[in-house]
């Protein structure tokens, strides 16, 4: 027999906080009725419905995936909508109260307090379903994740990790310390150190960090080194391509091979519109670099350092846009002696 699931979720009273009903609250990241839905996909359960206020269905809605969305009704229409299922041969379960799935079970709370000891379990119960599939985790006091996360065996996670979202980690990296993911994909043998990304996509045998930034909309080839101060915004960053430390790259696409001097900038913002930025494969940018959108610095090409790049670089081309150097003999010495009489 079909089976289905409804919720209640009250805009009212005491199983709401903040405004929000208890169902909504965050666990781990997500709301609990996320853990929910999750647990009862796991029994089969593919039809859901949130009896609910206008007000609620908006927040209700990122619970759910998006290929299983759930029907919705008032509490006043909920009575004629369960009898038509029953005539329709469905076996509806109701949830009245707030759950939380633990194990098998889903275990009531009535206040936050009694929420936070659930998710103290839940914590320690996401660490060791991750441990049996061979993650190594070296303290999972420290360490906290997501129910979406997707984690390959053989990485290690060390202290101070937070992984969140539609995250998925390869095999065989290491993600931390002080490090937070939020619905990146990272490939296999990366090493993430010290740094922060979201929403973003990192190949394979990387290493990022420490202490570098990747915002959202960036994807990074495999082999690729992104160092330290480091921060990269909606770009796309080719295989074997380093940036060791001190750049900014955004709204920009990048070849393969290609290196970074520090102190490199992409000026992709002139005050009214954001530009981008294309370098081709193999292209070596000075340190100091500063490079103004839209502009193309083509295959192979060299930018000095100190160059100011305003206009397009042919392949092999060396780019040098700095004024020349001029020595003055003696006038150190000279500065000196004048200041000393004075």
């Known amino acids: 027999m079909n089976s289905c699931v409804a919720v209640h979720l009250p805009d009212g009273g005491s199983l709401v906080y903040h405004g929000k009903p208890l169902m909504l609250q965050q666990v781990m990241f997500c709301p609990a009725l996320t853990w929910c839905v999750r647990a009862w996909m796991a029994r089969d359960v593919r039809r859901f419905f949130v009896v609910c206020g206008e007000a609620v269905r908006l927040l209700a809605t990122p619970c759910f995936p998006r290929q299983l969305q759930p029907e919705f009704a008032s509490e006043e229409e909920w009575g004629a909508v369960r009898s038509r299922l029953e005539t329709e041969g469905w076996t509806v379960e109701e949830v009245r109260e707030p759950v939380m799935p633990l194990g098998n079970l889903m275990v009531a709370f009535h206040n936050l307090e009694e929420l936070s000891r659930l998710q103290d379990a839940c914590h320690s119960e996401i660490v060791a379903s991750h441990q049996k599939r061979g993650v190594l985790i070296l303290d999972s006091a420290s360490t906290y994740i997501d129910p979406r996360v997707d984690i390959g065996a053989g990485t290690l996670i060390l202290p101070n990790t937070i992984l969140r979202g539609e995250t998925r980690i390869g095999e065989d ?66 295989k074997g391509t380093k940036m060791a430390h001190l750049t900014y790259v955004g709204d920009a696409d990048v070849g393969d091979r290609c290196n970074f001097g520090c102190g490199t900038i992409t000026s992709n913002y002139d005050g009214f519109k954001k530009h981008r930025t294309t370098i081709g494969n193999d292209a070596f940018i000075g340190c100091n670099t500063n490079l103004v959108p839209p502009v193309e610095v083509g295959d192979g090409a060299y930018v000095a350092a100190g ?35 004075k």
């Open 173 to 238: 990296c290491e993600i931390g310390p002080n490090t937070m993911l939020d619905g990146c994909t990272v490939g296999r043998g990366t090493t993430v150190n010290s740094a922060q990304a979201r929403d973003s996509a990192i190949g394979e045998g990387c290493e990022i960090g420490p202490y570098t930034h990747i915002r959202p909309g960036c994807t990074v080839g495999d082999g690729s080194k992104i160092g330290a101060f480091v921060q990269l915004k909606n770009c796309n960053l080719g």
């Open 307 to 341: 160059t100011t790049v305003t206009r397009n670089v042919p392949p092999d081309a060396l780019a040098v846009g700095r004024a020349r150097q001029e020595n003055k003999e003696g006038w150190a010495r000279r500065n000196r002696e004048l200041h000393r009489k």
